[in-house]
Every structure is written in C-alpha cells, then in structure tokens.
C-alpha cells in the first residue's frame, strides 16, 4: 500500500525530496534536537539516513515520512511508522517516531502528524500494536507518548546501540494496542 501524501490541518506527510538534505541536516546538527542521541549527525550520514528512510517509505509505502508544513511548505522534521533494526527485547514491532525542528517545538506539530502516522497504522496498515522508546530523561517525547494515549511498560530496557552512554542507555517503552486507538477521539474509524 502507498502513501503519496498524508494530509493533515496544517501540515503534508510525504516522501523525501533532494531539498530536504540541507534542512535536515541542519536539524541532525543542532544539539538540543540531539540531546537524547548519541550524537549529533554531520551531513553525510544525515543524508545517509534521508536515503535510507526514502528507500523504506519507496519499498514498504510507509516509513518515517518527511514533514512539510501546508501554508509554507518548509520541511519541519520528519514523522511516521518503522521497524526497528537493533535487537530490542519487544520485537518484532513496528514504532512511531519523530524528529522536528526546535522552532516547530511547542505547537503542536508532532501530535498532529503523529496522528496522521497512527491512523495510517492502524487504519490502512491493520496493525495490532505501534510501540514509542525513548530514554528515561526525554521527558519531551515521554509526554507526547502519553498525549497519544500510549501506556508505558513497567519494565525498562538498555538499548543496544548505547549500551556504552550510561546517560542514554536506559529507555523507556511505550505502547498503543488498536483496541485503545478505537477509543480516542481523533481515530480514524475502523472500516466495516
């Protein structure tokens, strides 16, 4: 299944394009959008990561999408679905993500398009569970979780790829089951 374009009130969820590197790579730079990183990204292995999460969305029809905003068309981050590539102790599984600019913080953006990426999820895509990690000091993204009406799990887990940060090694597992998205409010309703 393929999605040419996500629309949303005030934002486009889309396929990568060439003039997405350099904002991106500005984002990938920036420290307070990294700080739950391990490190910021330089511009090849941004772009690396644009071609990779263009090739999954090409493949798939979904992935992490690039965000644009409707009335100015700036590229604003990027949201959307993925299946994680480490050995996480709760795979298999697809997760929500997102990644915005710091002046796209605070307005709401991230929820809107998470929205959007969760209806995809378990509207057209039918899955039964879309998870969200993040590390224990996020409390940014642990906020948002919850806002979508995510559960957090009891336990924590050390995420492989920072096993060697002591700061970022601990995560945090979020989860939302389809049963739970058919309550709120803003899903999209269930076909037949």
Known sequence: MQFASILTDRLILRQWREDDLAPFAALNADAEVMAYFPQALD???????????????????WGFWAVEDRLSHAFIGFVGLHVPSHDLP??????????????YWGKSYAFEAAKAALNIGF???????????????????????ERLGMQQDAETF???????????????????????????????????
Not at 90 to 103: N, Q
Not at 159 to 168: D, E, N, R
């Open 43 to 61: 511009r090849p292995r941004s772009d690396e990561m644009v071609q990779r999460c263009a090739s999954l969305i090409k493949e798939r029809g």
């Open 90 to 103: 709760f795979m298999p599984c697809v997760e929500i993500g997102w990644r915005l600019s710091r002046a």
């Open 123 to 145: 509207g057209a895509l039918g899955l039964d569970e879309i998870v969200a990690f993040t590390t224990l000091k996020n409390t940014r993204s642990r906020a948002l979780m």
């Open 158 to 192: 050390d995420h492989p790829s920072v096993l060697h940060i002591l700061s970022l090694r601990v995560h945090v597992l979020y989860r939302l089951r389809r049963e739970d998205w058919v309550q709120q409010a803003w899903a999209t309703p269930q076909p037949g």
